[in-house]
């Protein structure tokens, strides 16, 4: 019913669902690009759509009240971005407890400009030894999907020009608030 209603509301609103690309139930979903609030109830409808079964990691600030409960329901981890509390290694863990593990990380970390993704996503596949399936939300085109799996190597250059170009023809909502795909360790 879920799949069938989602499906409906983004074919009246004129989005396409782009199933070329199956999702791979055991990754870390890059969520990109990310420039809206839009961009939640449209993963939450595309997820419902593809009739998956995701976590996904949100600032904790919005996980207050009844509206925490409904979102932890919808699959959501509150983090606390303010502390340094080895996130990295508690989800690399929580893929470790997992057979079934879809991931999904805000690489930009953030709806405004910035100069660097979050290199999170790419440390958690890495350490998990699981692979980045790249997602996508064209505003543009008003279409939806998944990327093929990307096997992390651990040159990050390699690996992120891989990330770059399957972004490349893609935009958000506001695509002045897209920054550079790139991880601050690529200059380092």
Known sequence: ??????????????????????????????AAPHTSNWDFPMMILFKNAFNLKIKWMGKDSIFVGPLGYILRKLGGIPIVRSRTNNLVNQMIELFGRSEQLMLVVPAEGT?????NWKSGFYHIALGADVPVLPTFLDYGN???????????TGNIKADMDIVRKFYRPYSGKYPKLSGPIKLSEETK
């Open 1 to 30: 019913m879920k799949k069938w209603m989602a499906r409906k509301i983004l074919n009246l609103a004129g989005w396409k669902i782009d199933a070329t690309n199956p999702p791979h139930e055991r990754c870390v979903l890059i």
């Open 142 to 152: 008003k279409q939806g999907g998944f990327g093929t799996p990307i096997k992390l």
């Open 111 to 115: 709806r405004s400009h910035t100069e």
